[in-house]
Each structure stands twice: as C-alpha cells, then as structure tokens.
C-alpha cells in the first residue's frame, strides 16, 4: 500500500533519510512524503521537494533492499505522479548523479527525459537531471 506520510512513520524516515526530524515533521504536514508498507511494515518512500516553491521534484526515493526490484519504487512514483496530477501539475523532476548509471537507466525506463546536468556539485561529479510529463 502506498500513501502520505504520517507523523508515526517518523522513526522509519528518520533511519532512512539525511534530513533532520523538524523537516521530516514539516514534509509530513505538506504532504511531501509518501510510504510504501506491506503488513503495516514500512518499507520505502518518496520524498518530493518543490524547486522555486512551484516545481515538484523527487529529492530521494528508497526502498529497503529485501523488497528492491519488485515494483516498489515504481508504485511510489505512481502514487506521486497521480497527487500532483490531481494539484494541476504538468511535469515532475528527478536526478541522478552523473556516475550513477543503473538509476538514470531506472529514470528512463520509467519515462523520464534527460533535460539537463548540473556541472561541478556532488564532489565534482555532477548531477543529471530528467523531467516526465504528467498529462
């Protein structure tokens, strides 16, 4: 099942996530996490940020490794993809580091663009970045 975050999935993002607990608190409140649980276990999430404050963007998606490749991060980004359809959104960003090849082959086969890279950050390495279209 997969569904907005809520404040007692806190401990699960915490150990599973870089951002500190007040702004995990603040994404839960706007919504801007999603969990994947199988058997109420949590087992993955989306996380969106909002680029410029209006341009959705997957800042990180993790699915625990016991249940990678079984169409998890797919049903996350679903999920995500139809929420902000529903906010009239027209597009949603996503990014890869620029050595990071098996997740810019994952972005493309789940119908991202590559639509521009980021030179010079994450060590010197880069940062490529893909746009799909929600229409």
Known sequence: MIRIALDEDMEFLK?????????????????EIFVAEIKENL????QLEYLWSS????????????YQRQGIGKSLLKFAEDFLRDKNFKSLYSSSQADEFEPQAWHRHIGFEE?????????????????????
């Open 115 to 135: 639509c521009g890279i980021i030179a010079g950050i994450n060590d010197g390495i880069g940062e490529i970045f893909f746009v799909k279209k929600l229409l």
């Open 43 to 46: 087992i993955g999430f989306l």
């Open 55 to 66: 341009v959705p963007y997957i800042s990180l998606i993790k699915v625990l490794p016991d």
């Open 15 to 31: 150990r599973n996530s870089h951002i500190s607990e007040n702004v995990i608190s603040r994404k839960i409140e706007w919504e």
